[in-house]
Each structure stands twice: as C-alpha cells, then as structure tokens.
C-alpha cells in the first residue's frame, strides 16, 4: 500500500507541537529528558520534545495499561455499589520509536481479543500516535534483528528526520485530519521519499547486538529443545527476583487486582497493577502453594513466553528487541539477545507447538470484564469444620449458565476475589451452589455473611467438561479432598433423569483426610441409590472414636477393588480432580488398570486472577487455565512439564 | 460491629513512627471513627490496660523491656510492630557489634550502674525475636498509607497483604533512573518494597529499612560491583545500617 508522505519543516514542526499542546481537548505527551535518559512525559512546550533519543525507561503502555489503574469504586455502606472508570481522556503520544509501536500492536492482540479489556480499548480508541524513526540507537538494543526497528503499521502519523525537515507519513485518517488542522506542510518530493527509504536501510549496520535466531518458529523450536538446558539454572543463580526485567519491557503486561479501602472503611477502589512472572508471589494460591516455586523455573518462563509461549498462540515472537531489560538487569542477566545466542550455540530442534493447546473456548464473559453482577447467599449451610456451602442467586434471577466444570470469580468488595469451582449441575434454576473452604482473606470474610447479603460474580468462566463426549461411556470419577466440589456439578448433571441414560455405569471414589472432612455425605447416599452407580470412600486416618465404614487409606487403595469388579477400561472415561500431589498417582493406577490416556480428564487449580486470559497467573507453560482450562484431557496436557509436577 | 481497642507501646525508638500517625491530621478522625484508641502517649494522657490491638514501636534492649512486652502479648489479641526498629531492630543493631558491657562502658565511663534495672541492656532485638508479632509496618519512618492499610485491613478482619517483593518493582514504576546507573549502591532489589520506593524517587539509595528479603549470591554481587564499578565495603556498610547482622551483609 501505498502511504501519504508529507513534509514540515523543523520550525513548522514545533508550531504544529504547540498547537496541539495549547488544545485543552488533548493531553499532550512526549520524550523528555530525565537527567541521563529518557521519559515519556507531559509536554509544556515543543521544546522540551528530545525526538533524537535512543530509549525511554518504561515504554509508552503505562499510557494504555497504567502502573495503577482504578477499574472501578465502590461504596461499602450502600449494599452492592460500584462505578467502572473509564478514562476518555483523548490524548495524543509524540515520538514513539517503532518497536514500541510494534509492542502495542501486540498488546493489541491479547487485550481487544474475544474477551475484549474495555479499559485497555477506551484508551486505545483515545490515543493518537505520532511515532518517529529511530535516530539514535540505544547501545542495548537488537530490534533491527526483529524487524521492530521500522514500521508501517500501527500509528496515525509517523515523523523521519531528514535533516532540515521532518517527513511525516501518514498512517490513518484521525492522523491526517490532526496534521491537516494543526499544520502546514508540503508533498514530499520523490527525492525525500527516497531519502525515508535510505534511513530505513542503513538503520541496521547501526546497532552493535544482532541476533543469531529471528525466525519465530525457529527460535520457538529452539527453545523447546533446550527447555531442561543449564543455562537457566546458570543464569538465573544470579537472578534478584526484582522482576525489572519484565515491568520495563513493552510486551510484558501481566497484572495483579486488589482492592483498596480508605480509612473510613466507606470507600474503595479496585485497583489494577503491574505484575511479574519473575515474583515469587505470582502464583500463588489461597492455600499457599506456589506452582512456579524456583527462580530457575521462573526465569525460564519469561524467555518462554516471549519466544514460545505467545508465539505458538499469536504467531509473533513477544519481544521487540527495544533492551530495557538488559539495561534494568543489575546483574545482566535478563538480555534476550544473550540468552538467544547462547542458546543458538547449544542448538537443537524441538516440537515447537508442544507446549501448547489449541483448545476452543466455551465461555466468553460478557459485559465489562472484570466488573462483577451483583448477586444475592440465599442459602448457608455449614458443611464441615473448614467448607460452608453457599446457594447463590443472580439478581437478575437468570441461570447462570454453566457447564459443569466451570468456575465464578466471586467477589466481596473491599476483600477482593476469589475463584470457585462450580458445585451444582446446570439447571434452568437461578440459583447455584459454592462451597468455600476458609483459607484466606475471602473466604474468612464470607464466613461472615448471612443469607440475604449481596456478593460479585463474574463469570461463568473457563472451559467446563465436553458432555457429549461421554455419552456412551462408562464413567469413573475419582476425587481427593475439595475436588468432590466441584466434581458435584458433573455427577448431578450425569444423575440428571434427563441424562442418566446417555451413560453407562457410573462409579466414583472418593477420598478425603479424615472422616470428619468427607463432604456431601448426604448427596453420596442420594447417588448410591441411583441403578449402576457405585460409590467408594476411604479416609486417610481415622482415629478412634469417629465412625467410619469406608476404606483407610489414600484414594490409590480403591483402585484394587476396581480391578476385581472387572470394568471395560477401553469404554471408560475417568474423571481426576483433587490436590496437585493426586493426580500423578491416581493416573498412573488408571494406567495399570487399562485405562487410555485420552479416556482420562482432569481439572487444575491455579491462581485464577482475571478469568479471561491476560492477567498471566494461571499459565501452565504455554496455555491459560482460566482459559483452555480448568478440565483438560490428560493425553492433551501430559506433556507440559508445569502441569503435574 | 464493636470496635477494636487499640493501645499504642513505645521500647527504644525515637517514636518517630508514632509521630507518622499523630501526623494523619484530618484522617486521624477517621481513624478514631473505626478504632478506640485507649492508649497512645503522642497525643493523650490517659491509659488503659484493656486493648484488643497492641502496635509495638522500638526495639528490645533490655531484660525489663522483655518483660514488658511478653506482658502485652498476653493482653492483646493483635500485636502489630511499627516501625524498623520494632520490625528489624534497625539502627538499633548497629549496638550489637559490641558487647553490653562495652556499651556501658563507652557511654556511661567508670559511672557504678550495678543494680539498676534501666541500664540493664542485652543485645538488640527485633519484636518478633520475643513474642509472636501478627503483622509488620515496616520502614524507618513508617508509611503512613501502609499503616491505614494495615488498620483498615485488620478493621474489616482481612490480612494485610504486605508485599514480598522488592522495592525495584515499585521504583520501575515510578520510572526513576536506577542510581546503580549514577555511580550509587542501593538495596532496593533486595529490601521489601511498600515505601513506594521513595528514597530512590527522591534520589538516595534504599537503606534496606524494610528489611532484607533475599541473599544474594555472590556471583551477582560481584557482577553488580563490577559493572557498576562500585566498592564492597561501601555495599558492607549501606547494609549495616538497618539489618547488621543480617547474613547479606556480613
Ligand atoms: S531484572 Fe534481572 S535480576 Fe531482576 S528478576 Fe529480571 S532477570 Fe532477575
Ligand atoms: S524482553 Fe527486553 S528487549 Fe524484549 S521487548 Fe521486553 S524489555 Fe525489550
Ligand atoms: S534505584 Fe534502587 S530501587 Fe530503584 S531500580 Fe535501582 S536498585 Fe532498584
Ligand atoms: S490469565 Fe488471568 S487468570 Fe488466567
């Protein structure tokens, strides 16, 4: 295609900048100096823009994903009050490099996909991007290597120095229309478009680091094969878990959502914040468990992600080469280019796509995300020492919806929110069942509330299990712990009167810690009356005094008894949920009994912050719990080395 | 909701942190709206002995310190420390690299102290090296949007999340020049963040008064003093003034 070139002289060029800074509609940022380096800022004259920088320390995302970012208040006096912010304010961003523009491009990709952040979208829909040709290349940078160090894509205007003059190419019509009211400018001759070209071309024997791998699907290949390389556990020996690596850099936008109450205990603010993967803290959970526990391991992620992981999903390596990182990494440890070369010398060829499902989605939450539907406990019932079940009504008095394995966000503001499995089947009921062990801030705050009180849920969430795929089928549930709750959703819908039919027999084991901690029991009952079903308990300890007629010890020692009942394993579908340590020994029992890997179907826990695929917390390698998840069948997922470890 | 009763202790501290609090102004409402105070000597008189949160401000340096404290404990059902020295020991550990007695000695001379309970001292300790401590307020001074965090959390009966990452993360969003990169040595990658990072903002380097939260090894120490080409005993001395005795800092 080809582009409108303008030109402005370097006086008309700051007569424009004034212009636009003297218009109270726009927020005028830019590049200024800041001692030594570079920030983008805003502008109070055009003098104070330095287009000749090299680079800015954070990139311009803190303009459409801020370092702290009100999604919403709310009131705490009133029972279910809260407002969504949207910030409109226009504005327009002055001497954006091209690897940044190529970086927002891909944010692009995450944040206004199927699941559309609104937030994020405003801001976007409100922004003007003037970009500029680099004139001074940062000493860290490789984005030559990448591409990233032009663009024709992905700005309204974009300015080259030529000396005398600045060139402006004009990239969308919201671009034009701004140069067209705020500037005089000239055609650009077919010398000076000559001249662009000439800038672009030589613009790589500029920079000092080059990279050994730019092929995005060789550099993903690359990587799978050297996943259990040394050098990760080399280099990240050195590693401060500062995660500067990750809040400099422009493709990095993973957050974290709290809620802040002022001092009266009246107001607050749902607050959205950057994140990093390299912080020990990123994934763990209410329980306390952390699934990324080692620096190594969380190292590892980050070059994964940027190479692999986003590229296998989106088709782009994630990095733009700008070199924040290596210049924030203290210890010099966080360069890509450094660790891609290094790697390109140990070589290899991997499955490139083996950390990766391409899985369809079931749910795409609707409405804003992130704000919750207000929803009313119409039922508590105390289930053991630790689990409260909660019955749950939508305001609107709508079902929710859901398929069983799905998950709610629920949400007490001022606490924050939480992730739950849904316990009950669908039904055309408005109502649906939760039920909560107290671990933590949330669930102890919910211990508080009575029936009638207002909670958030957002969702459902997440991809439930396929029911048609069992149909047919002999099924065999084996849960251990809290994974009965959300198990329960599928049972009922398989006991349904509706439903019953399309399953053969159905048997379900079910192992808990102590007698006292066995859930449902009444349910159980319920479903052991039903034709062909058969359901088995057994209880880590049980000491004396409790009454127990189930089996003693782990969910395992069930297994025995199966194999004289004599099932068809090959027309089994068994169904795993329970504490991360469970699984590999049940699947390993199932594998003895016959059954085929793809028969098996599971449900992960992980920290399930957004729901929706951009917060990061949840990955497991290359796939999103919230997302492709939480039920993956077991042939689909065995081979990622963070799921079952 | 009946609510909490909070007393206010002060050990060895220049009870500046406790000023950060007088210093609330307006907020101090606020704040006497969600708590009772029953004991705070900045600004009242009265005491009371009946607290269901006791915040500890200082440092433990004597056997009737100890005893205090352990009686507090007792009474309290919260016990938050404030402040470095409550949290670390802080400057207050600086002390430990000589003996009780050498101490005396250099301050008080030939002076006969024998029997006097108020000159009894022993080696510096944080709180928590006494009695069980429920939730920290770090940093030397406290900050005070933290102390409302930690109140209001403990008000509305959630844990205070206190961050366990370093102060780096919030120095990068506040987009400072790192002061590695202008010739200075900072603990701000090692140090907890919650301060938002506001020596560095302001351009000193973090003096750890939040308290260390990883060694690390020396491999990366000495390719931080060389890239930047600093010098360990300066990097030996920064350490010492919050968290001597801290294994980093040895
Ligand atoms: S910036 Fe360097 S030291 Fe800090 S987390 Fe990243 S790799 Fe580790
Ligand atoms: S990984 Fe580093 S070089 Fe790549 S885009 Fe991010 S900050 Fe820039
Ligand atoms: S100035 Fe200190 S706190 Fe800030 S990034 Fe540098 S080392 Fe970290
Ligand atoms: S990406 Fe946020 S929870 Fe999955």
Same mark, same amino acid.
């Given at each position: ?645 | ?102 101490? $005396?000695? #250099? @301050? ?11 000159? !009894?001292?022993?080696?510096? /300790? ?88 990883? $060694?690390? #090894? @020396? ?11 600093? !010098?360990?005993?300066?990097? /030996? ?14």
């Amino acid at each position: 295609m080809k582009q409108e070139i303008k030109t402005i002289s370097q006086n008309e060029m700051g007569i424009f900048v004034n212009k636009l800074i003297q218009n109270d509609h726009y927020e005028v940022v830019g590049v200024k100096s800041k001692g030594e380096r570079f920030v983008f800022d805003e502008l109070e004259d055009a003098n104070e823009l330095r287009l000749d920088y090299d680079v800015t320390i954070l990139p311009p995302k803190k303009y459409f994903l801020p370092q702290y970012e009100k999604l919403m208040d709310f009131d705490l006096k009133k029972n279910f009050d809260v407002k969504t912010k949207f910030d409109n304010k226009p504005r327009i961003i002055i001497g954006v490099h091209p690897y940044d523009i190529v970086a927002l491009t891909q944010t692009d990709r995450v944040y206004l996909d199927d699941q559309k952040d609104d937030f994020y979208k405003k801001r976007r829909e409100n922004t003007i991007i003037i970009g500029i040709d680099i004139q001074k290349v940062s000493e860290r940078s490789f984005s030559a290597s990448l591409g990233t160090h032009i663009t024709d894509t992905g700005f309204d205007l974009m300015l080259t120095n030529l000396g005398n003059k600045y060139a402006i190419t004009i990239g969308s019509q919201k671009g034009k229309l701004l140069l067209n009211q705020n500037a005089s400018t000239d055609e650009a001759t077919d010398d000076e478009i000559k001249k662009i070209a000439k800038i672009h071309i030589e613009l790589p024997s500029k920079y000092k680091k080059k990279l050994k791998v730019t092929d995005e699907n060789e550099l993903s290949s690359l990587l799978v094969a050297n996943y259990e390389n040394a050098l990760w556990e080399e280099r990240s020996d050195r590693c401060l878990e500062c995660s500067s690596c990750t809040m400099v850099c422009p493709t990095c936008y993973c957050y974290d959502v709290k809620d802040e109450v002022s001092l009266n205990l009246e107001d607050g603010t749902r607050l959205r914040t950057w994140d990093g993967c390299l912080l020990r803290d990123f994934t763990k959970v209410g329980s306390g468990e952390v699934f990324r526990d080692e620096i190594k391991d969380r190292y590892r992620h980050r070059f994964f992600r940027k190479g692999n992981y986003l590229t296998q999903r989106y088709g782009f390596i994630a990095c733009v080469g700008c070199g924040r990182c290596s210049t924030a990494c203290l210890p010099d440890i966080a360069d890509p280019c450094d660790v891609i070369n290094e790697l390109h010398s140990f070589g290899g060829k991997g499955n490139k796509d083996k950390f990766f499902l391409k899985q369809q989605i079931d749910f795409l939450e609707k409405g804003t995300i992130h704000v919750p539907r207000k929803a009313t406990i119409t039922r508590i019932e105390k289930l053991t020492d630790s689990e409260t079940l909660y019955e749950i009504e939508l305001d609107d008095k709508k079902p929710l919806g859901h398929k069983p394995g799905q998950f709610v966000e629920l949400s007490l503001f001022g606490i924050g929110e939480a992730p739950f499995g849904i316990s009950t089947g669908p039904s055309q009921n408005s109502k649906f069942e939760l039920v909560v062990r107290k671990v933590g801030n949330l669930t102890s705050k919910l211990a508080t509330l009575k029936v009638g009180d207002s909670v958030g849920i957002r969702g459902p969430l997440g991809n439930g299990f396929d029911v048609k795929s069992l149909e047919g089928k002999h099924l065999l549930f084996v849960s251990g712990g809290t994974g009965i709750i959300p198990m329960r959703s599928l049972i009922e819908y398989c006991l349904d009167k509706k439903n019953r039919d399309k399953f053969k027999y159905i048997k379900i084991l079910y192992g808990a810690k102590r007698p006292c901690e066995v859930l449902f029991q009444k349910e159980i009952n319920e479903w052991e009356k039903c034709l062909d079903v058969s359901c088995r308990l057994t209880v880590d300890t049980c000491s004396g005094g409790e009454c127990w007629v189930g089996s003693v010890g782990l969910i395992t020692t069930l297994f025995p008894k199966l194999k004289v009942e004599r099932i068809d394993p090959k027309n089994t579908i068994a169904i795993v949920i329970g504490p991360p340590v469970m699984y590999k020994f049940v699947i390993k029992c199932l594998q003895t009994l016959g059954v085929p890997e793809k028969n098996i179907l599971v449900s992960l826990e992980r920290r399930m912050k957004c729901g929706v695929g951009k917060c990061g917390h949840c990955q497991i390698n290359g796939i999103y719990v919230c997302r492709e998840g939480p039920v993956f069948n077991y042939a689909d997922i065995k081979g990622l080395p963070e799921a079952f470890e | 909701m009946k609510k909490p009763r909070v007393a206010f202790f002060d050990f060895a501290s220049c009870e500046g942190c406790q000023l950060q609090i007088a210093d609330l102004e307006e907020e101090i409402l606020d704040l006497i709206n969600i708590v009772d105070v029953v004991s705070f000597r900045e600004v009242m008189k009265e005491h009371s002995d009946d607290y269901d949160i006791a915040i500890i401000e200082g440092s433990i340096m004597r056997p009737i310190d100890e005893g205090r404290l352990k009686e507090i404990r007792e009474n309290a059902k919260i016990l938050v420390a404030l402040g470095a020295c409550a949290t670390i020991g802080g400057i207050n550990k600086i002390r430990n690299q000589w003996t009780p007695s050498e101490v $005396k000695k #250099e @301050v008080y001379g030939n002076y006969n102290l024998k029997g006097n309970d108020f000159f !009894d001292v022993f080696q510096t /300790k944080a709180v928590d090296e006494v009695v069980k401590v429920d939730y920290n307020i770090h940093g030397c001074p406290i900050n005070r949007d933290e102390f409302k965090k930690v109140i209001t959390s403990i008000a509305m009966g959630k844990n205070p999340e206190i961050p366990n990452y370093p102060v780096c993360v919030e120095c990068k969003k506040n987009e400072n020049i790192c002061l590695f990169e202008l010739g200075k040595f900072c603990l701000g990658p090692i140090t907890r963040a919650g301060c938002n990072s506001i020596c560095p903002t302001n351009g000193s380097p973090c003096d750890g008064c939040r308290g260390i939260l990883k $060694k690390p #090894e @020396v491999e990366c120490i000495n390719d931080i003093l060389e890239r930047y080409n600093l !010098d360990y005993e300066e990097m /030996k001395r920064r350490c010492n003034i919050y968290n001597y005795g801290k294994e980093v800092c040895k």
